[in-house]
């Protein structure tokens, strides 16, 4: 099992950037796929990135391509999403995820953070 815990949220303006950090805990967290997720009010979670076990095997989710970049760093239990050129349809709490399994690109993550909130601003 692996606990996971967000940080890095808050309020950028359009065009501005955010990098969020996922710490997670556990002597196992190099055997999980880690990703992130978000999600806005009356809407379901939306797969945002992706990344297998060894740092390959990277997923975005079309909006993201070219502006996001997760990355992970296995010798800090850390992932990353480095978020550039937001726009207020980035707006949306975000969470870090991991599983077992093959897949990536999924919204079947198996492990939760909390959340953290993302707002941009016009």
């Known amino acids: 099992q692996v606990q996971l815990v967000e940080s890095g949220g808050g309020l950028v303006q359009a065009g501005g950037s955010l990098r969020l950090s996922c710490a997670a805990s556990?002597?196992?967290?190099?055997?999980?796929?880690m990703g992130w997720l978000r999600q806005t009010p009356g809407k379901e979670r939306e797969f945002v990135a992706g990344?297998?076990?060894?740092?390959?095997?990277?997923s975005y989710t079309d909006s993201v391509k070219g502006r996001f970049t997760i990355s992970r760093d296995n010798a800090k239990n850390t992932v990353y999403l480095q978020m550039n050129s937001l726009t207020p349809e980035d707006t949306a709490v975000y969470y870090c995820?991991?599983?077992?399994?093959?897949?990536?690109?999924?919204?079947?993550?198996?492990?939760w953070g909390q959340g953290t909130q993302v707002t941009v601003s016009s």
């Open positions: 995820a991991a599983k077992t399994g093959v897949t990536v690109t999924t919204t079947r993550y198996e492990y």
């Open positions: 990344i297998g076990r060894s740092g390959g095997d990277i």
């Open positions: 556990g002597r196992t967290y190099s055997t999980y796929i």
